[in-house]
């Protein structure tokens, strides 16, 4: 009985199968004299050979011979390739490998299939061989590979496209935008990712493209508008938006691609000046409005506004009259637009004789020039300033820096307004003792705006032109009561925190003026946050109302409607 293996042995070969099959993998233990001692029956799954090899006491370099010959062995290139290996060579790689103490490895086995490869070898000298097959894991990781790649590239075609585009899942939330999408907000993708039109567009627009988004994606039909947006950087943008509907049922998105057709929404002259050539869009209505990207903080030129100091508080742009005396057309045509463009009264002459006579008609009927521009390149320019005594005189180029000529401008004429105060010097008390009736105010002023900040005045300057509204602005509290005074404004905008009378003091002390006068003036505070005790000091000092900082045109327009005569704002759209 000596010969016959003890009880144990076949227990604990039913172990070892089992732990192989609840673990998913194949066993192979060898001797030390690299001879099998077991092999787990998953190994038939993994190397076709005959199971006579797989059976104890077989040697190593037989069954590795065996696996050889099937051509299903690792670490081997495919069938196909030009460079295969030799089978001894093969063996006594695959014998080393199994006398290393501790190796782990992916290997392809054939055209198709994948093994974690695990050996140990004991102190005792018993080597084991764990395979396990990782094909389905390995195909997931190619096709994850392969998505990547294929994201990348469409991201980067997306980016080519001149026009913007952005995808949004069925909650409306941007999930992709590419490059001219992003320059519209001049935000990094990153900013807008995640988000809602809520998140970055006023409440109107926001609903507007909801409302087509979601019936889009309700729907399956394409959905196509005309719309005039405005960029970041304050430029018109005219595109033709179509949406779509793409993806499968439960999971399907909203395509935004806006053509941009501003070349072909915008006149084009031909040469020499002559008729509009080209294509053209005679009916601008067929726009309907769009996303207004542009904030006037984020476009601030700081820069320009620290050369002008103060002008802007003590000089509105709006009915400056300038005039230009050159025989450049470009020089003209570029002046003249853009001092235009900036709320100013521009007009040219060319020659002298022009501008005598200008002059002579300017003086008979009673209307006085502001500034006089005269280009250095005039002829007979010299004989000009000996008698031009009626405003002061700027000389230009072809070179010359708008936003520099406007600076000169604003400081010319600033200069030339004499300053007039209700209040001696370092007395606060107010007098009233010359108020008059509204019938006494020559010209009614809109709006006076009182704000100490110059960002911020810079702002209200922007807004209140942009509405077509004729406003003064006052630095502080004392300044903005002698205005009052002297202007009868339609409204007031009231910042609360002012120097010198602050504007609650300023409000109480319009309020207590009014008194004589039998009108009320609507007074509006302008404060940073709207705190309990702000609220209750604005109702105190008599205003009217509050908006709070940072403010927008949307919110300057909702208060002017609100508390002005119809008809005084221009028509907006």
Sequence with gaps: MDDVAPVGADIMRMVLESGCDALGLALLVCGRDDTILFASAAMMQFFPVPARLLRPGTRLRDFLGAVYD??????????????????????????????????????????????????????????????????EQKKREEQLQTDIERIELTEEILDAQPNPICVKDRNLHYIAVNKAFCSLYDLPPEAILGRSAWDLLDADIAERLDLSDRQVLATGRPHSEAEHMVRADG?????????????????????????????????????????????????????????????????????????????????????????????????????????????????????????ESFASTAESRGVKLDVLLLDRALAQRDAIPAWW????????????????LLTEIFRACAERRPGRSLFPQGDFEISFEDAAGPGAIATRLDVLVAEDNQINQFVFAQILEGLGISYRIAADGREAVELWQELRPVIVLMDVTLPILNGFEAAAAIREAEKRTGYRTP????????????????????????????????????VLRKYMPAGTLRANG
């Design 70 to 135: 099937t051509g299903a062995r690792p670490g081997t290139l495919p069938e196909n390739s030009r460079r295969r290996a030799n089978r001894e060579d093969w063996i006594a790689e695959q014998m080393a490998l199994h006398w290393r103490e501790r190796y782990e490895g992916v290997e392809r086995v054939g055209r198709t299939r994948w093994i974690c490869l695990r050996t140990r070898r004991l102190p005792s000298g018993i080597g084991i061989l764990s395979l396990t097959d990782i094909t």
């Design 389 to 404: 005594r009626d405003c002061p005189l700027i000389e230009v180029t072809g070179s010359t820096n708008i936003a520099a």
């Design 523 to 558: 007074i509006v505070a302008v404060t940073v946050q709207a705190l309990d005790i702000d609220l209750d000091q604005c109702q105190a000092s008599g205003m009217d109302g509050h908006i709070m900082k940072p403010i927008s045109p949307d919110m300057i327009e909702a």
């Design 235 to 355: 430029s018109d943008l005219w595109v033709v938006t179509r949406k779509y509907r793409v993806g499968m049922p439960g999971r399907q998105f909203v395509v935004t691609c806006m053509t941009d057709v501003t070349d072909i929404a915008a006149w084009y002259c031909g040469e020499g000046g002559g008729s509009p050539s080209g294509l053209q869009i005679r009916d601008y209505s067929i726009f309907s409005p769009g996303q207004n990207f542009y904030d006037p903080f984020r476009a601030l030129n700081v820069q320009q506004l620290v050369e002008t100091g103060s002008m802007i508080e003590t000089l509105p742009a709006r009915g400056l009259r300038v005039l230009l005396a050159t025989s450049d057309r470009d020089l003209e045509e570029g002046i003249v637009a853009r001092l235009r463009g900036s709320g100013l009264d521009a007009c040219a002459v060319r020659n002298l004789e022009e501008l």
